[in-house]
């Protein structure tokens, strides 16, 4: 244990900054003293030492070694804890690359975070996504992540901020707006639930203390009240500076000075070194792992490919698809007719809109307003990939290009349909979402002729 008026400083290196920095940023990475040892060429005695506090004067070559091996800077002193500056930068808290693309996650201090925590499972295929949000975290106050369900959101939104929880004196809180009342059946009713649900995590104070209160607030689940907690977040940065505001949305929010993140689906084609495995197909092998570890898929990686390719990358999709290799085989969960049929299982430990794929799409299209759903339509029956122009030349429903523009960028807000930003716009419908609205068709059509044989026996 250090004392008090122990020297504190070894050069400018704050030595009670450097142990908490050692051993959250080691946990953070996943390694033990020894895997650090070896990776910075320090002694395990010596890391031992400083972790534990008997040394209290490393040598500063030592320390240089220790971060190198982390690539990062010398911790700022202690005392330096006001202001942008003050704000670790995102590597501090990202840990490199696992072998086979795994990252433990850190461990969540009870004390210093309210609400919904991490699943406590490595992430895969998410390094990017996990150095970006950390990154933005540390110099924006405000950041969105947004992109389709069942692609990831709130898993990368509570591992980010459970590695950033120690940037945050007051540690972090969580909120999950999923159920709240749609703005589009109630709005007064919404934004009261949103403002008693966001109240509910945050510390109360007011006045000066209000004004102190350095916390990471995560709002979860927003894309049916975007217009209530667009007004109360900007409520909030006014009465709380030091809150920094993570939302996770199917669709952005009306704030110009929010930064913006889409959360895309995991690899499924590109092979890294040494044969290592898409994102997609690693998460898939790891999972079916999990919940069958008698099964091998020796020789059957094809198969796993095509799998994941017709999943779309969807990591629910891929873990649900793992789960049915317990009662099906790989081959015959290709050879069905419809392979999103066959993962569309129930999740009972999420909200409703959120247990399965069908319900995850159905939520979305019900917040569609009526001629967003009837271009979804005649989109699904008439395109795989195309362009604005494309659009126009076929004259769907005789509209106009300026609602023709309107309307495909809700579309593409809401995350039905996926934007590839080139030289020109292409567009191109998730087949979820495209198996959901043509099941909607033939279910149309078929009760067309029953109507038309009631009306004629009548």
Not at 105 to 114: D, L, Q, S
Not at 148 to 164: C, E, N
């Amino acid at each position: 244990m250090i004392e008090a008026n122990t020297p504190p400083l070894v050069g400018t290196i704050d030595i009670r900054a450097l142990r908490l920095f050692l051993v959250g940023r080691r946990r953070a990475c996943g390694w033990t003293q020894e895997e650090l040892a070896e990776r910075s060429g320090v002694s395990v005695r010596t890391i031992r030492n400083i972790e534990t506090g008997s040394n209290i004067n490393p040598r500063r070559a030592s320390v240089e070694l220790l971060l190198a091996a982390f690539g990062d800077p010398l911790p700022r002193p202690a005392g330096d804890d006001r202001g942008e500056s003050r704000r670790p930068g995102a590597e501090m808290f990202m840990p490199r690359p696992r072998e086979q693309g795994w990252f433990a996650e850190p461990t969540v201090n009870p004390a210093r975070w309210r609400g919904a925590r991490p699943v406590g499972e490595p992430m895969v295929g998410r390094r990017e996504d996990l150095r970006h949000v950390l990154g933005v975290l540390q110099r924006s106050r405000l950041l969105v992540l947004t992109g389709p369900g069942g692609v990831g959101k709130t898993r990368l939104a509570l591992s980010a901020a459970a590695r950033a929880q120690a940037m945050f004196r007051d540690g972090v809180a969580v909120v999950g707006l999923g159920t709240c009342v749609p703005e589009t059946v109630d709005a007064a009713a919404a934004r009261e639930q949103v403002r008693q649900a966001v109240r509910a995590v945050l510390p109360s104070v007011r006045g000066a203390a209000a004004a102190e209160t350095d916390l990471l607030l995560v709002i979860d689940n927003a894309e049916h009240v975007a217009r209530c907690v667009s007004r109360l977040v900007l409520e909030i940065q006014v009465a709380h500076p030091g809150i920094r505001v993570l939302i996770t949305s199917r669709r952005p929010l009306a704030i110009t000075s929010a930064d913006m993140w889409e959360v895309a689906p995991l690899e499924v084609e590109t092979w890294g070194d040494a044969d290592t495995p898409p994102a997609a197909v690693e998460l898939f092998l790891r999972r079916v792992r999990s919940a069958v570890p008698t099964v091998s898929l020796a020789g059957r990686m094809p198969l796993v490919v095509e799998l994941c390719r017709r999943l779309e990358g969807f990591p629910r999709a891929i873990e649900t698809a793992a789960q049915c290799i317990r009662s099906v085989s790989l081959e015959s969960l290709l050879r069905s007719g419809s392979t999103l049929h066959m993962v569309d299982q129930v999740h009972l430990t999420t909200v409703s809109r959120h247990r399965s794929l069908n319900e995850s799409v159905r939520w979305s299209y019900e917040l569609l307003a009526a001629p967003e759903r009837a271009l979804l339509h005649q989109l699904a029956c008439s395109f795989e990939t195309f362009t604005i122009e494309d659009v126009m030349r076929s004259r769907l429903a005789g509209r106009g290009e300026a609602e023709i523009v309107a309307s495909l960028a809700e579309l593409a807000d809401a995350s039905l349909l996926r934007v590839h930003r080139g030289a020109r716009y292409e567009y191109r419908m998730y087949r979820v979402v495209r198996d959901y609205v043509l099941a909607l068709e033939r279910r149309n059509r078929a009760s067309v002729p029953e109507l038309s044989r009631m009306a004629f026996s009548a």
